[in-house]
Antibody, heavy 117, light 109 residues
Framework: QLQLQESGPGLVKPSETLSLTCTVS??????????WGWIRQPPGKGLEWIGS???????YYNPSLKSRVTISVDTSKNQFSLKLSSVTAADTAVYYC?????????WGQGTLVTVSS | EIVLTQSPATLSLSPGERATLSCRAS??????LAWYQQKPGQAPRLLIY???NRATGIPARFSGSGSGTDFTLTISSLEPEDFAVYYC???????????FGQGTKVEIK
Protein backbone atom coordinates (compact mmCIF):
# COMPACT_ATOMS: atom_id res chain seq x y z
CA GLN A 1 0.00 0.00 0.00
CA LEU A 2 1.31 3.40 -0.95
CA GLN A 3 2.15 5.95 1.72
CA LEU A 4 2.86 9.61 1.06
CA GLN A 5 4.52 12.06 3.44
CA GLU A 6 4.98 15.80 2.96
CA SER A 7 7.97 17.63 4.41
CA GLY A 8 9.23 21.19 4.39
CA PRO A 9 9.19 24.47 6.29
CA GLY A 10 5.99 25.42 8.07
CA LEU A 11 6.71 29.15 7.86
CA VAL A 12 7.67 31.12 4.77
CA LYS A 13 8.20 34.87 4.45
CA PRO A 14 6.19 36.91 1.95
CA SER A 15 7.81 37.14 -1.52
CA GLU A 16 9.95 34.07 -0.85
CA THR A 17 9.62 30.57 -2.35
CA LEU A 18 7.66 27.79 -0.68
CA SER A 19 9.35 24.40 -1.10
CA LEU A 20 7.81 21.07 -0.16
CA THR A 21 8.76 17.46 -0.81
CA CYS A 22 6.56 14.38 -0.90
CA THR A 23 8.18 11.04 -0.16
CA VAL A 24 6.41 8.01 -1.56
CA SER A 25 6.82 4.59 0.04
CA UNK A 26 5.29 1.22 -0.73
CA UNK A 27 5.66 1.61 -4.47
CA UNK A 28 7.71 3.19 -7.23
CA UNK A 29 7.06 6.80 -8.13
CA UNK A 30 8.02 6.02 -11.72
CA UNK A 31 5.41 3.32 -12.23
CA UNK A 32 3.70 3.58 -15.58
CA UNK A 33 0.65 5.83 -15.93
CA UNK A 34 0.98 7.37 -12.47
CA UNK A 35 0.21 11.03 -11.81
CA TRP A 36 1.46 12.65 -8.62
CA GLY A 37 -0.13 15.87 -7.50
CA TRP A 38 -0.19 18.73 -5.05
CA ILE A 39 -3.44 20.05 -3.61
CA ARG A 40 -3.88 22.80 -1.06
CA GLN A 41 -6.60 23.88 1.33
CA PRO A 42 -6.65 27.36 2.91
CA PRO A 43 -7.93 27.37 6.49
CA GLY A 44 -11.68 26.78 6.54
CA LYS A 45 -11.93 26.56 2.75
CA GLY A 46 -12.13 23.95 0.01
CA LEU A 47 -9.58 21.99 -1.99
CA GLU A 48 -7.54 23.56 -4.79
CA TRP A 49 -5.46 21.56 -7.25
CA ILE A 50 -2.01 23.11 -7.69
CA GLY A 51 -0.45 20.82 -10.25
CA SER A 52 0.61 17.30 -11.14
CA UNK A 53 3.55 15.45 -12.63
CA UNK A 54 3.22 12.37 -14.80
CA UNK A 55 5.54 9.40 -14.35
CA UNK A 56 7.25 10.44 -17.60
CA UNK A 57 8.09 13.83 -16.10
CA UNK A 58 5.44 15.88 -17.89
CA UNK A 59 3.94 18.57 -15.70
CA TYR A 60 0.48 20.13 -15.58
CA TYR A 61 -0.40 23.19 -13.56
CA ASN A 62 -3.47 25.06 -12.42
CA PRO A 63 -3.65 28.03 -14.81
CA SER A 64 -4.24 30.39 -11.90
CA LEU A 65 -0.90 29.40 -10.33
CA LYS A 66 1.09 28.36 -13.38
CA SER A 67 3.44 31.35 -13.43
CA ARG A 68 4.63 30.61 -9.88
CA VAL A 69 4.63 26.79 -9.70
CA THR A 70 7.27 24.19 -10.45
CA ILE A 71 6.80 20.47 -9.76
CA SER A 72 9.67 18.06 -10.20
CA VAL A 73 10.46 14.44 -9.46
CA ASP A 74 13.50 12.66 -8.07
CA THR A 75 13.10 9.00 -8.96
CA SER A 76 16.30 8.01 -7.12
CA LYS A 77 14.72 9.16 -3.86
CA ASN A 78 11.13 8.23 -4.77
CA GLN A 79 10.12 11.83 -4.15
CA PHE A 80 8.40 14.65 -5.94
CA SER A 81 8.58 18.30 -5.01
CA LEU A 82 6.67 21.56 -5.18
CA LYS A 83 8.07 25.06 -5.47
CA LEU A 84 5.74 28.06 -5.28
CA SER A 85 7.41 31.42 -5.76
CA SER A 86 6.54 34.95 -4.66
CA VAL A 87 4.21 33.77 -1.91
CA THR A 88 1.74 36.00 -0.12
CA ALA A 89 -0.58 35.51 2.83
CA ALA A 90 -3.13 34.08 0.37
CA ASP A 91 -0.85 31.06 -0.06
CA THR A 92 -1.25 30.08 3.60
CA ALA A 93 -2.82 26.63 3.50
CA VAL A 94 -2.51 22.97 4.30
CA TYR A 95 -0.58 21.43 1.41
CA TYR A 96 -1.27 17.82 0.46
CA CYS A 97 0.52 15.49 -1.91
CA UNK A 98 -1.63 12.79 -3.49
CA UNK A 99 -1.74 10.17 -6.19
CA UNK A 100 -1.31 8.03 -8.11
CA UNK A 101 -3.97 8.38 -10.76
CA UNK A 102 -6.70 10.59 -12.10
CA UNK A 103 -8.57 9.76 -8.90
CA UNK A 104 -6.56 10.28 -5.76
CA UNK A 105 -6.47 7.05 -3.82
CA UNK A 106 -3.62 8.04 -1.56
CA TRP A 107 -2.93 11.28 0.28
CA GLY A 108 -0.27 12.54 2.61
CA GLN A 109 -1.38 13.79 6.00
CA GLY A 110 -0.92 17.38 4.89
CA THR A 111 1.41 20.09 6.13
CA LEU A 112 0.39 23.59 7.17
CA VAL A 113 2.42 26.31 5.54
CA THR A 114 1.99 29.82 6.92
CA VAL A 115 3.17 32.84 4.98
CA SER A 116 4.13 35.54 7.43
CA SER A 117 7.02 37.85 8.19
CA GLU B 1 -12.32 24.92 -17.89
CA ILE B 2 -14.83 22.61 -16.22
CA VAL B 3 -16.51 23.93 -13.09
CA LEU B 4 -18.10 21.59 -10.54
CA THR B 5 -20.98 22.97 -8.49
CA GLN B 6 -22.09 21.08 -5.39
CA SER B 7 -25.42 21.43 -3.62
CA PRO B 8 -26.53 22.00 -1.01
CA ALA B 9 -23.68 23.76 0.77
CA THR B 10 -24.84 22.27 4.07
CA LEU B 11 -27.10 19.32 4.78
CA SER B 12 -28.50 18.97 8.31
CA LEU B 13 -29.64 15.42 9.03
CA SER B 14 -29.99 12.97 11.89
CA PRO B 15 -28.22 9.61 12.21
CA GLY B 16 -30.12 6.94 10.32
CA GLU B 17 -31.45 9.37 7.72
CA ARG B 18 -30.65 9.26 4.02
CA ALA B 19 -28.27 11.87 2.58
CA THR B 20 -28.38 12.93 -1.06
CA LEU B 21 -25.57 15.19 -2.31
CA SER B 22 -25.42 16.70 -5.78
CA CYS B 23 -22.54 17.65 -8.07
CA ARG B 24 -23.14 19.37 -11.39
CA ALA B 25 -20.45 19.85 -14.05
CA SER B 26 -20.41 22.83 -16.41
CA UNK B 27 -19.87 20.43 -19.30
CA UNK B 28 -19.96 16.69 -19.73
CA UNK B 29 -17.32 14.70 -17.87
CA UNK B 30 -18.76 11.34 -18.97
CA UNK B 31 -18.38 9.11 -15.90
CA UNK B 32 -15.00 10.46 -14.85
CA LEU B 33 -16.07 11.78 -11.46
CA ALA B 34 -14.99 10.97 -7.92
CA TRP B 35 -16.27 11.71 -4.44
CA TYR B 36 -14.15 12.28 -1.34
CA GLN B 37 -14.93 12.54 2.36
CA GLN B 38 -12.96 14.86 4.61
CA LYS B 39 -13.14 15.00 8.39
CA PRO B 40 -11.64 17.86 10.44
CA GLY B 41 -7.86 17.69 10.62
CA GLN B 42 -7.66 14.81 8.14
CA ALA B 43 -6.79 14.40 4.50
CA PRO B 44 -9.61 13.65 2.07
CA ARG B 45 -10.47 10.00 1.54
CA LEU B 46 -11.56 8.60 -1.81
CA LEU B 47 -15.08 7.14 -1.58
CA ILE B 48 -16.30 6.74 -5.16
CA TYR B 49 -14.51 6.79 -8.51
CA UNK B 50 -15.81 6.60 -12.09
CA UNK B 51 -19.09 8.01 -10.73
CA UNK B 52 -20.36 4.77 -9.20
CA ASN B 53 -17.51 2.50 -8.10
CA ARG B 54 -16.75 2.29 -4.39
CA ALA B 55 -13.09 2.56 -3.46
CA THR B 56 -11.45 -0.17 -1.44
CA GLY B 57 -12.90 -0.53 2.04
CA ILE B 58 -15.78 1.90 1.55
CA PRO B 59 -19.04 0.70 3.16
CA ALA B 60 -21.96 -0.24 0.95
CA ARG B 61 -24.12 2.56 2.41
CA PHE B 62 -22.17 4.92 0.14
CA SER B 63 -23.25 4.91 -3.48
CA GLY B 64 -22.68 7.14 -6.46
CA SER B 65 -24.68 7.64 -9.63
CA GLY B 66 -24.89 9.85 -12.67
CA SER B 67 -23.09 10.60 -15.90
CA GLY B 68 -22.54 13.54 -18.18
CA THR B 69 -23.14 16.63 -16.06
CA ASP B 70 -25.27 15.49 -13.11
CA PHE B 71 -24.00 13.28 -10.32
CA THR B 72 -25.28 12.16 -6.94
CA LEU B 73 -23.64 10.74 -3.83
CA THR B 74 -26.09 8.90 -1.60
CA ILE B 75 -25.49 7.75 1.96
CA SER B 76 -28.35 5.36 2.62
CA SER B 77 -28.39 5.57 6.40
CA LEU B 78 -26.10 8.05 8.14
CA GLU B 79 -23.74 6.71 10.75
CA PRO B 80 -22.20 9.07 13.35
CA GLU B 81 -18.83 8.87 11.56
CA ASP B 82 -20.35 10.05 8.26
CA PHE B 83 -20.79 13.64 9.39
CA ALA B 84 -18.08 15.37 7.39
CA VAL B 85 -17.46 17.45 4.27
CA TYR B 86 -17.82 15.79 0.88
CA TYR B 87 -16.13 16.91 -2.34
CA CYS B 88 -16.64 15.87 -5.93
CA UNK B 89 -13.67 15.90 -8.33
CA UNK B 90 -12.99 15.36 -12.00
CA UNK B 91 -9.94 15.30 -14.22
CA UNK B 92 -10.20 16.78 -17.68
CA UNK B 93 -8.72 14.75 -20.52
CA UNK B 94 -6.43 17.30 -22.15
CA UNK B 95 -4.61 19.05 -20.80
CA UNK B 96 -4.94 17.07 -17.60
CA UNK B 97 -6.42 19.32 -14.93
CA UNK B 98 -8.00 18.30 -11.67
CA UNK B 99 -11.05 20.23 -10.43
CA PHE B 100 -12.86 20.00 -7.13
CA GLY B 101 -16.33 21.11 -6.19
CA GLN B 102 -16.66 23.56 -3.33
CA GLY B 103 -17.88 20.88 -0.92
CA THR B 104 -21.05 19.89 0.94
CA LYS B 105 -20.99 19.73 4.71
CA VAL B 106 -23.17 17.03 6.24
CA GLU B 107 -23.88 18.08 9.81
CA ILE B 108 -25.85 16.61 12.68
CA LYS B 109 -29.32 18.06 13.01
Amino acid sequence: QLQLQESGPGLVKPSETLSLTCTVSGGSISSSSYYWGWIRQPPGKGLEWIGSIYYSGSTYYNPSLKSRVTISVDTSKNQFSLKLSSVTAADTAVYYCAGPGEFLDYWGQGTLVTVSS
Amino acid sequence: EIVLTQSPATLSLSPGERATLSCRASQSVSSYLAWYQQKPGQAPRLLIYDASNRATGIPARFSGSGSGTDFTLTISSLEPEDFAVYYCQQRSNWPPRWTFGQGTKVEIK
